[in-house]
């Protein structure tokens, strides 16, 4: 590859030991090509975001991307036009005919490369389609662009690292049957110790109304998350379980290949089937929540299960909950796929208004929200540098509230990325956790 | 040469325009919307989703929300070619003497329809010089822009600029114009008045059509479908409908044997 | 792919340093990490934490979940970051052989 990326990538046996085809450097361009046409047939989306900018370049100072690391092609309509000028040379007529003066653009040696480097700098936020006038979307432009990439078998380490964990344990990590077993008994002999209560997490139990599903780093360093959310249905008395075949509310494919995508969706659909429930409920993962949530009905659908994130079933109940609000400030963080791609906007506020003395927001929040930076799966070490200037935005916002307790940070990979981030940014004496954490802590529930 | 800029280069510029729009937007939705992208916060009716995108169109509230100044510029350019077209049809059919309609004299109605050119043309000429300016200064704008971009600055500058002559130096015989334009539209076309700097005008005019579907200009129709892409209605589970297929519900066959991406 | 000397063989390591082979594992490997990932001195409670991770890895074929690493090593996890200042899931877990942790982590 001409242009060095700033990740590892995933070696050829590798890609074909998951099932991609890998396409010999003399072909890919060819094969790049007919990916772009067989996509522009089957997405309304590339074509219309792509032809319907006017190059105005609102999203520039919107993109967290672009602010934190000063590079031109991390501003959205730049990052689009590395395809864009692809797709106008070969797939429109003033592109073929006008050429440079159109803004269209041979592939070359270099193509791929850019777009391994920089589409795994966008962390699919959509912020700027917030601000584009028209709306387009520069998140669907990466997944589109990581799509066709992953399809010549071009992926980082670490995406194809979490697809084979993903394919072979049904979770992110790779935690097998047995030590989610194991796993769960020791969070169950945790909360005796606390509660003196026998709250039980139960795995694979059949006939159960309830499916949860939570992030597989839940199971490993996230525990206080699993943990409320164990006590909560503990108290409202739920028949619930967790599918050890899908302990993954994450769905990398939504990162980087649509096929992955469906395939860990359908396991989750057949979970569902099998252990008989009527209430599928999704843990703290951001983007898992937008596969879910939106992608579920196209890609695996009809399915006849209901489908609640776990913040939404949380503020459903939320008046039997027997809570005592714990005396702290904190603020929320809203992750990107909560508040622009999943309709997780308020139910958290609520939440937390029942469970702490003291809620401050912020700015900007909801809906314009800054990414954590870590978005879309850009957790990989080797890119740390990048990283902490994709973050920076966000270190600046948190920085800005002043006094706080606790950041709240909803979803697996801001728990991943966040800590990292304000350390780097001199704040590591700040705690953090997820919102459920906050409920397990405030559930009054002691045996006295 | 002039026959062919008013008699037949008129034709062949409405038909690319009308038939270019059409085959590029039919294009676009001959290809389906396989997964919702419904940029939250979103509306839960259909009357909902029709207020947001025409709360888009009329106010560009989301570049308002972004930088301010691009915003004013920006909705001025349009509202104002909005009012020029509107003032061409009107204008040029009553002979500036469309005001009588509501009540104005006709020696009042003229110099309204007057002013009401002036400003708007002013307005509309400002914000192209204010853009173009913009792009050449703003430095990610500028190394993001295409020769395009700046084409279509220079060339609608030049279309306001001959209409501004028109409007403030130089007499326009009117009923002339409207005889030429009349001829057009009854498809019995007459030779195109002889006054340079309508002519240029007039074939300004008929370029930008001529360019329109191949350019960037097709954001006109690309932000209405765009615009619905993003305000769908989000899925509900299990599906309402006892039709999956039906709505924000359709699910498709995306991995039944034929159909990967 | 890179390599490790250790006692004259070359054990191959990942970009991550992580060793890609867990049945080459022996202690000596662990001395040549160590250096890698400033351990200064291998002491007791290194060896506690390693060993831990091993019977659990070999046991549950996963790394165990931090809390209970501490749990039942009898150590926080401002220790183990002491001992391993990479961290359990990067700094201990390559000095025990074990894949690396990768997802949300």
Known sequence: ?448 | MLFFIGQVLPYIAAAVFVIGTCLRVAVWLKAPVPFPLTLFPAANTNTGRMLLIGREILFFDSLRRGDKWLWLWAWLLHISLVFIIIGHIAGIYYLTKQFTLIGFSAETSSVLSGWLGTIFGMVFLAALLVLFYRRLTIPEVKRLSDPADYFILGLLLAIVVTGMYMRLASDVDLPAVRAFMAGLFTLHPVPIPKHWVFISHFALVNILLLYFPFSKLIHMVGIIINRAMITELPPVYPPRRVNPTQGSNRSISLGEGGCRL | MDYVTVNGAQIEVDEDGFIVDPNLWSEDIVKEFAKLESVENLTEKHWKVINYLRDYYKQFGIAPMIRKLCKETGFTLKEIYELFPSGPAKGACKLAGLPKPTGCV
């Not at chain 1, 997944?143 to 990439?149: D, G, T, V």
């Not at chain 1, 008994?185 to 795995?203: A, Q, Y």
């Not at chain 1, 109940?317 to 909560?338: E, F, G, M, Q, S």
């Open chain 1, 1 to 448: 590859m001409k242009v060095k990326p700033p990740m590892y990538i995933a070696k050829q046996s590798d890609v074909e030991a998951l099932g991609f085809s890998f396409t010999p450097e003399v072909q890919q361009k060819a094969k790049a090509l007919e990916k772009m046409a067989e996509l522009r047939s089957k997405m309304r989306s590339l074509m219309v975001m792509l032809e319907t900018c006017t190059k105005c370049g609102n999203c520039a100072k919107q993109c967290h991307s672009f602010l934190g690391t000063e590079d031109y092609y991390n501003f959205p309509a730049a990052r689009a036009e590395l395809f864009r000028r692809i797709y106008k040379r070969y797939f429109t007529l003033s592109g073929k005919i006008f050429g440079r003066f159109a803004g269209a653009e041979d592939f070359t040696e270099e193509t791929l490369g850019k777009w391994l480097t920089y589409y795994y700098q966008c962390n699919e936020c959509r912020r700027c389609a917030r601000f584009c006038p028209f709306g387009i979307d520069t998140a669907e432009i990466t997944i589109i662009a990581r799509h066709i990439l992953s399809e010549l078998g071009i992926m980082p380490k670490f995406m194809q690292g979490v697809a084979a964990n993903m394919a072979k344990t049904g979770n992110n990590m790779g935690i097998p049957k047995a030590a989610v077993i194991d796993s769960a008994e020791f969070m169950e002999s945790e909360m005796r110790e606390e509660t003196g209560l026998d709250i039980k997490i139960p795995v694979d139990k059949p006939n159960s109304n309830v499916l949860y599903i939570p992030s597989s780093a839940d199971f490993f360093t996230n525990v206080d998350t699993m943990i409320g959310a164990a006590k909560m249905f503990h108290v409202l008395g739920t028949n619930w379980t967790i599918p050890s075949s899908v302990l993954e509310a994450a769905n990398f494919g939504l990162l980087f290949d649509f096929n992955v995508m469906q395939e860990h969706n359908r396991r989750l659909k057949v979970a569902t089937a099998e252990l008989g429930a009527s209430l599928v409920i999704q843990g703290e993962c951001g983007h898992g929540w937008r596969a879910a949530k939106m992608y579920t009905n196209a890609l695996n659908g009809p399915v006849p299960f209901r489908l609640l994130h776990i913040h939404e079933f949380c503020d459903e109940h939320l008046a039997k909950l027997p809570l005592k609000k714990l005396p702290i400030r904190v603020t929320l963080h809203d992750p990107c796929n909560y508040a622009r791609a999943g309709g997780i906007i308020e139910q958290p506020r609520r939440i937390l208004r029942a469970c702490v003395a003291e809620l401050v927001e912020m700015t900007p929040n909801r809906e314009d929200t800054f990414c954590c930076g870590g978005g879309s799966g850009i957790l990989m070490d080797e890119m740390f540098d990048i990283r902490m200037k994709l973050g920076k935005k966000k270190a600046e916002q948190i920085k800005a509230v002043g006094n706080i307790d606790y950041l709240v940070i909803p979803c697996s990979i801001c728990k991943a990325q966040l800590p990292a981030v304000l350390k780097y940014y001199g704040m590591d004496k700040l705690e953090m956790g997820g919102l459920m954490d906050i409920v397990g802590k405030a559930l009054d529930i002691k045996k006295t």
